[in-house]
């Protein structure tokens, strides 16, 4: 994933350049949140001071200059190195490399290097391309610089993440302002950034030498270098016109620079300022911005094994931080949950409490609704049931004798037919008031020819047993 920013910090000559990018807005477009340059300034020295006490004075004043440089990352920064402090050369490699460039880079570079292997990182990046070979940009740095700069950055704490070359940073703004799209005609870059030079050589885009001059002055010796560095180019990538000389900085050149240098060239200098100040620090913040960051890396195994650590930490403290805010969420939940229930018991007693009242006014008052209601009830009064009778009766039926009780009625009565008498049990059967009826008793009276019956009619029960 990209990153929303990232710092660059560089150790050169006389102090150190920072420069802090930030990703912003809709589209993502990079900004320049800080950039800031600290110089080491010693105190001047004594008259016959020991040589010692003012080297010791100058690295005190350097790492002071690092440490305010360091404080505008935030703990983490790209350290950029200006190619005085690497070695550097341009590979050109069979188009097979590819597959294993980094074992072809250290062997390559093991072959010219002063020192072993064991005592140097290196790094390499394909820097232009074609069928057949690849032009590779390798760079060795030396493990006794580490030791130098290690005390600085464990006093600044300052995380290295990535160690990148200042030359590919500014090649890279140079490439896209100048050289892209042009003829493919041999020219001279010429970078300088806090007084030291740097010397790109490339027809077209593809580079076949760079060099670190360091801090030369002396405009003659500039030249001389230039010379040499363009017969070696000839060396190296066979003769070539030379098109035109390019001082890439942010200030030109001045008269005896510009001068001495195209006199020695052959060709006039000219002056192309970069889009960007600081375009190297820039360049190398855009490159280590990118998703991801280009393979070049030079960070030294040392500070590799510390980062690994501190990454080790930080997981763990991560992982402990996350079990112990479980374990209090649990123990929270374990010990807290009968407080809470017991707050809860409480707290709906207290409510029950609080309708309990009502709620025997709301009772009373029901009850005696429902007395009241009992007492006006007539469904099943004697009147009610004499004029169910009366409407139920058939013709032909007399009725002599009725008798009234809280379960119903006894009806007593003559039928001029049998038949009759049956009809009118079931007429009043099951027809509110009544219930289930009984009829007994019927039988016939001789001297007047009809038929007594008795009919005992029972009262229907309301639910809840009234």
């Known amino acids: 994933m990209a990153k929303s920013e990232t710092t660059v910090v560089t ?6 350049r920072v420069v802090r990018i930030v990703r912003n807005g809709s589209a993502g477009e990079w900004s320049v949140a800080a950039r800031q340059a600290h110089a080491a300034r010693p105190e001047p020295p004594e008259a016959g001071a020991d040589p010692a006490q003012s080297a010791a004075a100058a690295a005190d004043a350097m790492r002071t200059a690092f440490a305010r440089a360091a404080a505008v990352s935030g703990g983490a920064a790209v350290l950029g190195l200006p190619t005085s402090r690497l070695l550097i050369r341009i590979l050109r490699l069979p188009a097979a490399a590819r597959d294993d460039l980094e074992s072809a880079v250290a062997l390559q570079m093991a072959k010219v290097a002063p020192f072993s292997g064991d005592n140097m990182t290196v790094a390499g990046e394909i820097v232009f391309a074609d069928e057949e070979t690849l032009t590779v940009l390798a760079a060795a740095l030396p493990h006794a610089m580490v030791e130098e700069l290690d005390a600085w950055v464990r006093a600044a704490r300052v995380r290295i993440e990535r160690c990148d070359a200042l ?23 010429l970078s300088c950034a806090a007084g030291e030079w740097d010397l790109l050589i490339a027809d077209g885009e593809r580079p076949v030498l760079a060099r670190g001059l360091g801090a030369v002055a002396d405009p003659n010796a500039l030249a001389v270098e230039l ?5 070696n180019a000839e060396i190296e990538a066979g003769a070539s016109p030379l098109g035109e000389a390019i001082v890439f900085a942010d200030d030109p050149p001045d008269g005896a620079i510009g001068e001495a240098v195209s006199r020695s060239l052959g060709v006039p200098l000219r002056h192309e300022r970069p889009q960007q100040p600081d375009a190297d620090l820039h360049g190398l913040a855009l490159r280590d911005a990118g998703a991801p960051p280009p ?3 030079l960070l030294p195994d040392l ?17 402990a931080t996350g079990l112990a805010a479980l374990w209090l969420a649990l123990a929270g939940a374990l010990f807290g949950m ?12 207290e409510e029950i409490r609080a309708t309990e009242a009502l709620f025997q006014q709301v009772s009373n008052v029901r009850t005696r609704a429902d007395l009241i209601e009992s007492y006006t009830d007539r469904s099943a009064s004697a009147l009610e049931a004499m004029r169910v009778v009366a409407e139920r009766m058939p013709v032909g039926v007399e009725l002599t004798m009725l008798v009234y009780t809280k379960e119903g009625v006894r009806l007593t009565g003559e039928a001029a037919e049998q038949p009759l ?7 009043i059967e099951n027809n509110p008031p009544f219930a289930t009826c009984a009829l007994s008793g019927v039988s016939l009276i001789p001297s007047q020819r009809n038929y007594r019956f008795e009919i005992q009619a029972a ?3 309301e639910e809840g047993g009234k």
């Open 338 to 349: 009968p407080a809470a229930m017991r707050h809860r018991v409480r707290s709906v007693s």
């Open 227 to 231: 010379t040499l560095s363009l017969l």
């Open 459 to 461: 009262f229907k029960q």
């Open 295 to 297: 393979p070049f890396n």
């Open 303 to 319: 500070w590799r094994a510390r980062n690994a650590v501190c990454d080790s930490k930080r997981r763990f403290l991560t992982v």
């Open 167 to 189: 030359l590919l940073g500014w090649w890279q703004a140079a490439r896209a302002q100048v050289a892209a799209g042009g003829p493919p005609v041999r020219r001279v870059f």
């Open 11 to 16: 150790i050169e000559r006389d102090g150190c």
């Open 421 to 427: 008498a049956y009809a009118f049990k079931d007429a």
